[in-house]
């Protein structure tokens, strides 16, 4: 199936975009280049950015991984603990908050954020968007060991959450203060080490890794099957689907280190050398 649509996706990633993450810098540049340079970069964020950040609060955000569209917004998180909703437009902050190891984010009904917080925080947590701060208490919290990945379903009112050997469905009960989290389902990864969670391009299902697979997650039956093309695949930090065009875009780890320097694309096969950067997620801009 991929080879057959391997021609279209060649020429359909022409004028789309990606968000790149990895060490303090956000950026976002073309998808149709073989080489990505600092004059590729369409738009770039750091903390200093945003004056609504505290310069105490900078060194959180060193470490990024991970960086969601949001329509005019990017949700990014740090590995050294930072969360921040900004403004593409102006990079205004509108949003900010430490949680220990934030690994995702994500943005629920009644103007609140889920964070995913892994190793060191292992747990889940609701933020109120309209109460920042670097050190705020969160209206919930529930125990997620190894938190990797977060995702609202606006179809179920469901959030999905991934942890290091499970993948959870979550009620969101009650509102502001009252906000509480529900386990409805847990669903045991294939193999450990859950790493990345996103929307597949049908809407019916989510794309799950693991240290060793990538999976394909059923939300209606809550069955994990091989994702063909990267099924036996190690290292890789994020999968992304095109909303509308079969074009793939992931990043793999090197065998050594949590990075790399290439962005990883299927349908067609090809990569996008970043000279000098260190990789962790990328997000098609859409």
Not at 148 to 163: E, I, N, P, Q, T
Request: aromatic share 8%.
């Amino acid at each position: 199936m991929f080879a057959a649509m391997a021609f279209l996706g060649a020429s359909a990633v022409a004028g789309d975009r990606l968000i790149v993450c990895g060490a303090e810098e956000v950026f976002i540049i073309p998808a149709d280049i073989a080489v990505a340079r600092e004059a590729d970069q369409s738009w770039r964020w750091t903390a200093a950015d945003s004056p609504e950040i505290p310069e105490t609060l900078h060194p959180r955000f060193r470490t990024t991984d991970e960086c969601k569209p949001v329509g005019p917004y990017i949700l990014i998180t740090s590995s050294a603990d930072g969360v921040a909703l900004v403004r593409r437009e102006d990079k205004r902050c509108v949003f900010h908050t430490t949680a220990r190891n934030a690994h995702s984010a994500c943005l629920l009904p009644g103007e609140r954020v889920a964070v995913a917080a892994s190793t060191g925080g292992d747990e889940l947590l609701v933020f109120d968007q309209n109460r920042p701060g670097g050190e705020v208490t969160p209206l919930a919290r529930l125990s997620l060991p190894g938190g990797h990945g977060v995702w609202w379903d606006a179809k179920s009112s469901r959030l999905w959450a991934l942890g290091t050997q499970e993948l959870l469905k979550v009620e969101l009960i009650g509102a502001g203060p009252k906000t509480q989290l529900r386990v409805e389902a847990r669903f045991a990864l294939p193999t450990p080490g859950g790493h990345d969670l996103s929307p597949a391009r049908d809407g019916k299902s989510l794309l799950v890794s693991s240290d060793t697979h990538v999976y394909v997650f059923d939300l209606a039956t809550g069955r994990f099957s091989p994702y063909e093309p990267l099924r036996k695949s190690p290292g890789i930090k994020s999968v992304h689907e095109h909303l509308t065009l079969p074009a793939v875009v992931y990043h793999q780890a090197t065998e050594t280190t949590w990075w790399s320097d290439r962005i990883r694309f299927l349908a067609p096969e090809r990569t996008i050398h970043l000279p000098n950067q260190r990789i962790y997620k990328v997000r098609w801009d859409n």
